[in-house]
């Protein structure tokens, strides 16, 4: 006898009872579940079940063949009707014989209960009004019910040994793959997959948190986790894998406990620092694919020229208030990396506005889950999306649009040097404590707000030109290269991004002012 | 005159106070157009910094616009 199978005959009890008898076993319990006239209040006139068999099949096997490891019973067997069934008539039957009856009758109930709320069959019901409606059969089952049967199996009490006399097994606590197991892209091998497989996650932020949490939950076999930061009270709103007692602490040490408890069989590599261009290489080379969660251009960049170099691929993500990007670079001759978009890698602080950018938490949470899709599709060996896309979420509005994007001919997606910053940022700061000693010392002092900052706020007297980013960025205006200036903004963000690229374009003496005019009390 | 669709993301965004807007324009290529637009909008962003997609696939700044064209700058985003 088949340990689960579909019937669309009326059940045979005897031969299932036949069956399962055993010399050694001193019990049978079985379960009938029966069509009964009425359901939430409504007549039922008969029913009708379908099934997806394959799918449905392989999955009561597995729970005929988990109860019988949980609460070791000799025999068990499952069968349900499918098509059309009249009042009265038996839908399922579930069999078990063991030694004594205590496990008989806990087996049964699990396996009557799990097969209701994971095999996939539909429940028509017919009712005496004449309508009709399909009920998934997951719904029919008492929630909580068989949980705590697979709990109390799971997790014997401290202190106590295994339970032999009553025949129990057991069964240290660990995930349970099987809601996505059943999914017929997963499946079994796929689950093997996931297991062989890896991931690296740069930054375990917003982004990272989900990412994290749910590539760990899937059952993705390693890990690497990178973030030089500590646990902030701020991050907290958008990245509740964190708690206030882990202020203060490193992210990926704390990330890593937590996914640990999540599934105690994966590996967590913890990289307590910032990526750059050169750890990228060697950390990557270890892994299947690299998930960017990181919250600068110079990561970014790196974390794509790293990929593009070692042929893996490459999930991006990044936010900006209540919108978020999504791209995914793959090693093929026809994908874009991010360079083939963006061809020249944006300054950090030039882009966006200096004032503190805020966002809420299901923003980055959205994007991180869909990054978290991308990879678990990339290790499952599925088609990751028809076309290389950028695809713009805008969870304001509720609108996604899909941009297709092609390879850049002017990108050669050549193993390139890696950038690295050239100039220490310390290097570009200087403090002052207020407008005049900054003057005194001899520097021009150049304010780069754009002109309707100004109007708000004007130190007068000490400012001796007004260059407004924007007009510097697209070449309406210029410094003369000899000058020696001190570059100042409302908080020092964009003045240091532009003094940075003025230096590398060649300007030997530009400085910014540190925490700009906010600092020095205008 | 031309009358195309325009969508604006991020800082784009803020600027411009409106996140679609619908208008007549002389501007044949997206270069004229985000020239005109970030005259009357104020957009600190050069175009350079940019990228620009029209009818949902990326296109250069100098490919021709049609009449009724869905048009979308899109500034880099580094947020995580």
Request: hydrophobic fraction near 45%; charged fraction near 20%.
């Amino acid at each position: 006898m088949q340990p689960f199978a579909f019937s669309t005959l009326p059940i045979d009890t005897a031969r299932g009872r036949e069956a399962l008898a055993d010399p050694a076993c001193g019990g049978y319990a079985t379960f009938e579940g029966w069509v009964r006239d009425h359901n939430e209040g409504r007549a039922v006139r008969r029913l009708e079940y379908e099934a997806y068999a394959a799918l449905a099949e392989r999955e009561g096997e597995r729970i005929v063949a988990e109860a019988i490891a949980r609460y070791g019973v000799q025999h068990a067997a499952c069968v349900h009707r499918i098509g059309d069934l009249d009042l009265g008539e038996m839908a399922v039957w579930v069999g078990v014989s063991s030694r004594h009856r205590a496990e008989a009758f806990a087996a049964c109930r699990y396996i009557i209960d799990e097969v209701k709320h994971r095999v996939p069959i539909w429940k028509k019901e017919h009712y005496v009004d004449g309508d009709s409606g399909w009920v998934n059969c997951e719904r029919c089952a008492q929630p909580g019910d068989h949980e705590s049967h697979a709990g109390h199996a799971a997790t014997p009490a401290a202190g106590q040994p295994h339970d032999h006399e009553h025949g129990r097994a057991h069964v240290h606590p660990a995930p349970d793959f099987a809601r996505q197991v059943a999914l017929p892209e997963v499946g079994d091998a796929g689950q093997q997959r996931l297991r062989a497989g890896s991931a690296l996650v740069i930054g375990a932020g917003g982004l990272g948190v989900p990412v994290l949490q749910y590539l760990a939950a899937a059952g993705v076999g390693r890990i690497g986790i990178v973030d030089g930061d500590l646990v902030e009270a701020s991050n907290l709103h958008r990245q509740p894998l964190y708690g206030v007692a882990d202020i203060g602490k490193s992210k990926a040490t704390v990330a890593a406990a937590r996914l640990r408890q999540l599934n105690p069989e994966a590996t967590f590599a913890v990289h307590a620092e910032r990526a750059d261009a050169r750890n990228l290489i060697d950390w990557l080379a270890r892994y299947d694919l690299v998930v960017d969660c990181s919250d600068n251009f110079s990561t970014k960049f790196s974390v794509n020229d790293a990929a593009v170099i070692l042929g893996k691929p490459a999930v991006f993500a990044s936010v900006y208030q209540y919108e978020g990007q999504l791209q995914v670079y793959l090693p093929r001759a026809d994908w874009p990396c991010l360079r083939c978009l963006w061809p020249e890698a944006p300054r950090d602080g030039l882009v966006g506005n200096c004032a503190q950018a805020g966002v809420l938490g299901p923003v980055p949470a959205a994007l991180g889950a869909m990054q978290a899709m991308q990879a678990l599709k990339i290790l499952l060996g599925l088609p990751v999306e028809s076309a290389p896309a950028l695809h713009v979420f805008d969870l304001l509005g509720m609108h996604w649009r899909t941009l297709r994007a092609a390879r850049n001919p002017a990108c050669d997606h050549s193993p390139r040097e890696l950038q690295t910053d050239a100039i220490d940022p310390a290097a570009l700061e200087i403090a002052y404590p207020d407008l005049a000693a900054a003057r005194a010392s001899g520097l021009t002092l150049v304010d780069i707000r754009e002109p309707w900052e100004r109007a708000t706020d004007n130190p007068a007297g000490q400012i001796e030109w007004h260059l407004p980013l924007s007009a510097l960025l697209r070449g309406a205006a210029a410094l003369p290269p000899e000058g020696r200036y001190l570059l100042v903004c409302a908080h020092g963000v964009r003045s240091l991004a532009l003094a940075g690229q003025l230096r590398s374009q060649g300007y030997p003496a530009v400085y910014s002012l540190v925490g700009g005019l906010a600092a020095v009390g205008s | 005159m031309k009358k195309i669709t325009l969508q604006y993301f991020a800082v784009l965004r803020e600027q411009a106070g409106c996140s679609e807007e619908h208008l007549a324009t002389a501007a044949t290529t997206p270069a004229e157009l985000y020239e005109e637009v970030r005259v009357r909008h104020g957009f600190t962003l050069p175009l350079s910094m940019l990228r620009v997609a029209v009818n949902e696939e990326f296109r250069d700044w100098s490919s021709p616009l049609e009449a009724n064209d869905r048009v979308v700058f899109i500034p880099p985003v580094a947020g995580g």
